[in-house]
Each structure stands twice: as C-alpha cells, then as structure tokens.
C-alpha cells in the first residue's frame, strides 16, 4: 500500500464532484451568481491551506467512511443542499468514473495526467477569482513536487492501492452502459485498441538474439487488437497538452446520467458490514482530524444567502425511490465517536466539538465561506 496515495484520490474524486455539480446547476437553471458561488465556496473549501499540508503529509488511505463523509460536507460547503439520495448517487458517480480512469491509464504514472486534467477543469472554473486561482496552483506545485520524482515502480504502487480502494464498487452508470464501457453486472470492459503506453511498442514481434547479442531472427503474431504507437509523452507541468481524455468533464454536453445498484454490488455489500471490532485506523483518522480542526477559525453562520437545493435525479418520485431501494449495507451513517475521556490529549478536539451544532438534517443555513473541509468531518 503506498502511503503517497490520499491526496490523488482526493483531488480526482474532487474534481469528479465539481464536473457532475457544475452540470446540475445548470439543468436546474440556477441563477449564474448562485451556481458561481456554488462553485468558488466548494473549490476553496477543498484547497484550503491547512487541510493540503496535512493531505500531502505521508499516510495511510482513510477508510471509505470517513472519505464519504468528507465529501458528503464538501458538498455542502455553500448554499446548496442535496437530500440523501442525491448525495448517495453524487458519491457513486464520482468514484466509478475514476476507477475506470484509473484502469484505462496506459502506464501507472499516467494517473497523474489524469489527476492534471482534473487540476486544469477546475482552475478554468476559478479563472475569474484570482484569490482562489492561487490556491489551485500551490496545489499543482505540491502535486509537482511530490509525484514527478517517483519512479514508475512507486507510480505502479499508488495505481494498486487505488484499485484495492474500488474493488468492491461495482455502481451501474447509464453513460458507461450507453457506451458499452461497462457491463450490466457493473464491471468495466478494457478496450483492445488504441494507443499503447508511451515508451512501448506495438505488440506483435518477437525478436531473437545471438549470446553475442546480434539479433539473428524475427517472428510476428497476431496481438488480437487494434493498438497503435503514442503520439507523445503528456505534459506533466503546469502547463501543457495532457494528450490523454481521461480525467476531462464527461458531463460537458448534456446527458442524463443514472446509477444502478448490480446484483454483484448487492450481494459483496452484505459481506462487508461494519465490523464491532474497533478499526486500528479510527485512531489515526480522529488524530488526523483533531490537527487539521486545530488550526482553523470556525465562522459561525452570519446573514447567509438563501439556501437552495439541487437534485441528481430526474424527478421527486426517482429520488424517493432511490432512497427507499438503496440497500441498508451501503448507508453512511453517523459514527459518534466520545473524545472526551482524555482530557490532556484531546483538549483541543473537543473544544472545537463544542463549537459545532448537531443537526441530524442537511440544514440550509450555512456561513458565507461554508465549513473548512475537515471541519465537515464532525461526523466521524
């Protein structure tokens, strides 16, 4: 498990989350100032100073409650709201579409390209807001620093440890159906075309060599695809020509997107129930939490804009019954967590929880900036 994976996953996942917002806001006809809004609170939310020193910090993956739970307070660090249902489908959308990024990249190191096309989708989102475009570039110069010197055994690590992440999310998407990229039990097809790993060759010769290491014969084999030789190398600056697709908006021409629960998912989720048995990492996670919380000032709701909310789905009647038809396994719910007990060690945490109100509902009264993105983690 490689322990340099957290902040890539978060990023693609993130800028995922903003493509499929972007798209709602505008089916929903929401006015241009609030969709903006929208937009800039999230976006600076998650590139928050504090938080990416502690995201770019070496460490282990969160568990994949506590990273839904990050999301699900991302998503609602401005004005707008969406229900369970529309959240659940929200997160679904996200994390399917960059598992199969994640399994199309040609070489590991190239889910760095994909992770650039998502940095680069959303600076265009904040062009016009110069405070919050600064931030998204500390973050393509942490992204640069941390991963250009890796090797591609390192890169072949991170890509392992993000498909042990998906392995069991198996979410029908309409658009991978529609464009049979995805079968109907929820798993993706690989392509036998295309372009191959820049640095490769075209598979389909065999070349012999002497002890001497003259090349003395020549075999060819049908490779059983379509493949064809890269053009070039993506660029891995700041700025540059990607090449590859993957990681751009899907969602930029309109098409209505729907999720579907497989059989296959349904049955592994009734394998993989909360444990009684305390998590070894809960710890870690509440102390991470308690340093990123730490450091940052808790604004208080003022006057705020008037909340609205958007859905994933088509109509009310969709949406209630994709809340009644989600099954029980697949549910985040609120794990309450006493960090009270050890008062010298967990001063600082609690001070902080007692700053925040309970509210067991999404409610739509909210500060102008919206949570610091750890902040939205008082649900663990």
């Given at each position: 498990m490689s322990s340099r994976t957290l902040p890539l996953l978060f990023i693609n996942l993130g800028g995922e989350m903003l493509y499929i917002l972007d798209q709602r806001l505008r089916a929903q006809n929401i006015p241009?100032?609030?969709a903006k809004k929208v937009?800039?609170?999230?976006?600076?939310?998650?590139?928050?100073?504090k938080f990416l020193e502690e995201l770019f910090k070496p460490q282990e993956l969160y568990s994949k409650k506590a990273l839904r739970t990050v999301f699900d307070r991302l998503a609602h660090a401005s004005i707008m709201r969406l229900n369970q249902a529309s959240m659940d489908k929200l997160y679904d959308?996200?994390?399917?579409?960059?598992?199969?990024?994640?399994?199309?990249?040609?070489?590991?190191?190239?889910?760095?390209?994909?992770?650039?096309?998502h940095m680069d989708a959303i600076k265009d989102f904040v062009k016009d807001t110069p405070s919050i475009l600064s931030q998204v570039?500390?973050?393509?110069?942490?992204?640069?620093?941390?991963?250009?010197?890796?090797?591609?055994?390192?890169?072949?690590?991170?890509?392992?440890?993000?498909?042990?992440?998906?392995?069991?999310?198996?979410?029908?998407?309409?658009?991978?159906l529609k464009d049979k990229v995805q079968n109907s039990?929820?798993?993706?097809?690989?392509?036998?075309?295309?372009?191959?790993?820049?640095?490769?060759?075209?598979?389909?010769?065999?070349?012999?060599?002497?002890c001497t290491g003259e090349e003395f014969t020549r075999l060819k084999f049908n490779n059983g695809g379509n493949y064809t030789t890269?053009?070039?190398?993506?660029?891995?600056?700041?700025?540059?020509?990607?090449?590859?697709?993957?990681?751009?908006?899907?969602?930029s021409v309109s098409r209505p997107v729907e999720t579907h629960m497989s059989g296959t998912s349904k049955n592994s989720a009734q394998h993989t129930k909360v444990s009684a048995a305390p998590n070894p990492l809960a710890k870690e996670e509440l102390n991470l939490l308690a340093r990123l919380m730490g450091g940052l000032e808790v604004q208080?709701?003022?006057n705020a804009d008037t909340g609205f909310r958007i859905s994933l789905f088509a109509t009310d009647e969709e949406e209630e019954e994709a809340l009644i038809s989600r099954p029980d396994e697949l549910s985040y719910g609120v794990i309450n967590i006493q960090a009270t007990k050890d008062q010298q060690a967990n001063a600082e945490l609690a001070k902080i929880m007692g700053e925040f109100t309970e509210s067991g509902d999404q409610s739509p009264s909210v500060s102008n900036k919206g949570d610091d993105l750890l902040?939205?983690?008082d649900g663990l």
């Open positions: 241009a100032d609030k937009m800039n609170d999230i976006i600076t939310t998650m590139f928050n100073k959308l996200m994390t399917m579409a960059f598992k199969y990024q994640v399994l199309l990249c040609p070489r590991p190191k190239d889910i760095l390209l994909v992770s650039f096309n570039d500390e973050t393509y110069r942490q992204l640069i620093e941390m991963y250009t010197p890796l090797s591609s055994g390192e890169f072949q690590l991170i890509r392992q440890t993000l498909l042990i992440f998906f392995q069991d999310m198996h979410i029908r998407v309409s658009i991978f039990n929820g798993r993706f097809v690989l392509p036998t075309s295309g372009p191959v790993p820049h640095g490769t060759q075209v598979p389909g010769l065999i070349r012999m060599f002497s890269a053009l070039r190398e993506g660029s891995f600056d700041i700025f540059g020509d990607r090449v590859t697709k993957l990681g751009t908006n899907m969602y208080k709701p003022g902040a939205m983690m």
